[in-house]
């Protein structure tokens, strides 16, 4: 059975760094791309960074600078690493994975608040 289970999120002041992890078990090694999301309500899911299995990294505009996605392909591990926090980062942060037979897998979210 496939699990995406994230973890690292909390309540942060502004300026300051969460690291958020998403491990995905149940998958082996056929993990292809694996991305972190975000979504606040009333708005629609906002992707955040994606990283593919070769370490390629892609971010939005608004996490440049600041955020940093990492993964460890032997775990089928993630990372979030967010500095510089500012409240409108405040959100559900998801965890995405996708495989190389193009099955898509979700995590229940993670909170992250960042108080001004």
């Known amino acids: 059975q496939v699990r995406v289970v994230e973890s690292g999120g909390g309540l942060v002041q502004a300026g300051g760094s969460l690291r958020l992890s998403c491990a995905a078990s149940g998958i082996g090694l056929s993990v292809k791309t694996m991305s972190w999301h975000r979504q606040t309500p009333g708005k629609r899911r906002e992707l955040v960074a994606t990283?593919?299995?070769?370490?390629?990294?892609n971010y939005v505009d608004s996490a440049k600078g600041r955020f940093a996605v990492s993964r460890d392909n032997a775990k089928n591990t993630v990372y979030l690493q967010m500095n510089s926090l500012k409240p409108e980062d405040t959100a559900v942060y998801y965890c995405q994975t996708i495989t190389l037979g193009g099955n898509n897998y979700w995590g229940q979210g993670t909170q992250v608040t960042v108080s001004s």
């Open positions: 990283i593919t299995r070769e370490g390629s990294t």
